[in-house]
């Protein structure tokens, strides 16, 4: 499938192949004053090198989709390989080496490891050479007056991967790409995809998939991611129960969230309390 021209290659490392290189003995004088400081560098982990041919071996190398849909067979699930190469090379290639990757607090953890770069690099081994025998070409997507169904976005997820300072639609997109609800797929999409030039435009209407009307008395979900972006304090939850107690109204939700700051979590609980109550009574 062909993609849009595109001036950036971004490129990870793997990690998998990293090698400790063995030290180059140093001249007499740098050796001895090497050793005045042995001691100190004693506990000190050697840094593995990755080589520049490592990386772009890793982003040709095939991968599976799991639970693929076709578009050309009603959106069927069915895994695929898939296989990346330059269709034509730009007259200038942005090279964009990801350093960083979801380490277990969820937090961007910058890769301690050394990169060999040679001088002069050949890239023809990397350029498609087209349709080849025995392959079958997917056809476009014909355009069609319904909107092809999307997964569904996992508030959670787009919590967490708002939470550490990307916009709500660079969010959905990885959401998106990645099936809906797993944000450590979405994190790697992000360093993957932050540069695009429409990483942050809203997404095409319809393009999340049909959501659940919003239930009498509860929150339109536009307004509440609107929300948190906007004050980047609160969780999702907290800004739903807010206007949930103020009907809707934005502003005065968030006065409603400043002027519980100090016991909000408690006061939510009041709130939940205070409906269930109500419930039972009617």
Not at 11 to 39: C, I
Not at 64 to 92: C, E, G, K, S, V
Request: aromatic share 6%.
């Amino acid at each position: 499938k062909a993609h849009a021209s595109e001036t950036v290659w971004s490129l990870r490392v793997p990690m998998e192949k990293a090698k400790v290189r063995p030290q180059v003995d140093d001249e007499p004088e740098q050796k001895k004053l090497k050793q005045e400081g042995e001691e100190e560098r004693k506990e000190e982990k050697p840094v593995p090198t990755v080589t520049f041919a490592d990386c772009t071996d890793s982003w040709a190398a095939e991968s599976t989709l799991d639970d693929y849909r076709w578009p050309h067979l009603q959106n069927t699930a069915h895994a695929a390989i898939q296989t990346t190469r330059f269709q034509n090379f730009p007259r200038y290639l942005w090279v964009q080496i990801q350093r960083y990757q979801l380490g277990p607090d969820w937090q961007p953890v910058k890769l301690e490891v050394n990169l060999d770069i040679p001088e002069e690099v050949d890239l023809s081994a990397y350029k498609s050479k087209g349709h080849q025998g025995g392959e079958d070409l997917v056809p476009d997507e014909a355009e069609v007056s319904t909107i092809p169904s999307q997964p569904e976005i996992s508030e959670a997820a787009l919590g967490q991967l708002m939470d550490m300072g990307f916009g709500m639609n660079g969010c959905k997109r990885a959401l998106v790409a990645v099936g809906g609800n797993n944000a450590e797929a979405a994190m790697n999409w992000i360093f993957e995809h932050n540069m695009d030039p429409d990483f942050n435009d809203p997404l095409p209407e319809g393009g999340e998939g049909a959501a659940p009307a919003p239930a009498a008395g509860g929150a339109d979900d536009a307004v509440v991611m609107s929300l948190v972006e906007s004050l980047g304090c609160f969780t999702i939850d907290q800004v739903r129960a807010a206007l949930k107690e103020t009907n809707g109204a934005a502003d005065r939700a968030a006065d409603w969230l400043f002027s519980h700051m100090d016991d909000l979590d408690g006061a939510i609980a009041s709130l939940e309390s205070k409906n269930d109550d109500a419930g039972a009574d009617s």
